[in-house]
């Protein structure tokens, strides 16, 4: 069974502040790595992807890959209250699993 | 055009009901998905279409029928669907499906009831 696990949550965390989301993957074959965004009631939203090991940065988003422990992760710097919602991890190769996601709420 | 779209948003059918959801993207992706979420779980993988062509089912039972008329729309046919499942029914593309590499792009969903 392929399994993709996240820090279950829900994290809190402040205005300004880092917030930091992980996840670990089973499949050794995964080759794409992806962050999406989910607020209540709507869709995903992709915001990040990495597929090779190391860090990738895009604006207030980095995600870090590291193959070798079958980590991902992904740091929200200068948290904002929109970036409140829950944080899916994906990874695969011909098709993608999911975690079970993580609520993240930022506090004003 | 960066956008799936998906209808209807909201749904609501009998146990006895034949209804269809449709699924449309113009990016010219070749991959196509149906996924089934749950409330406060992740997305399920339902269906992969490859080319038109089935590639994927996560032996989904037959009350759902999925349908790629051409490789710009996707339907999932409904009949005989049980209470258990409602959910937030989610179409998705990407460029191709032999490597995930470029990730999904996913439609607005549709809230499905059965009641």
């Known amino acids: 069974q392929k399994e993709v696990e996240q820090n279950s949550g829900p994290l809190s965390v402040p205005e300004g502040a880092i917030a930091s989301l992980n996840c670990t993957y089973s499949d050794r074959g995964s080759q794409s790595f992806f962050w999406y965004r989910q607020y209540s009631g709507k869709s995903p939203e992709l915001i990040m992807s990495?597929?090779?090991?190391g860090d990738k940065e895009d604006g207030r988003f980095t995600a870090q890959l590291n193959k070798a422990s079958q980590y991902v992760s992904l740091l929200i710097r200068d948290s904002q209250p929109s970036d409140s919602a829950t944080y899916l991890c994906a990874a695969g190769a011909q098709k993608l699993v999911f975690g079970q996601g993580t609520r993240l709420t930022i506090n004003p | 055009d960066t956008e799936v779209t998906q209808t209807p948003k909201h749904l609501v059918m009998g146990m006895t009901n034949k209804k269809s959801l449709k699924c449309e993207q113009h990016m010219g992706h070749r991959a196509m998905y149906w996924y089934k979420q749950k409330a406060k779980k992740p997305p399920e993988l339902m269906f992969v279409?490859?080319?038109?062509?089935?590639?994927i089912n996560e032996s989904v039972p037959s009350r759902f029928s999925p349908e790629c008329p051409n490789s710009s729309l996707l339907n999932l046919h409904l009949h005989a669907l049980q209470p258990e499942d409602s959910a937030l029914y989610l179409c998705?593309?990407?460029?191709?499906?032999?490597?995930?590499?470029?990730?999904?792009?996913f439609g607005s969903g549709t809230r499905l009831t059965v009641v």
């Open positions: 279409y490859s080319y038109e062509k089935l590639s």
């Open positions: 998705a593309s990407s460029q191709d499906w032999d490597r995930a590499f470029w990730g999904y792009t």
């Open positions: 990495i597929y090779s090991n």
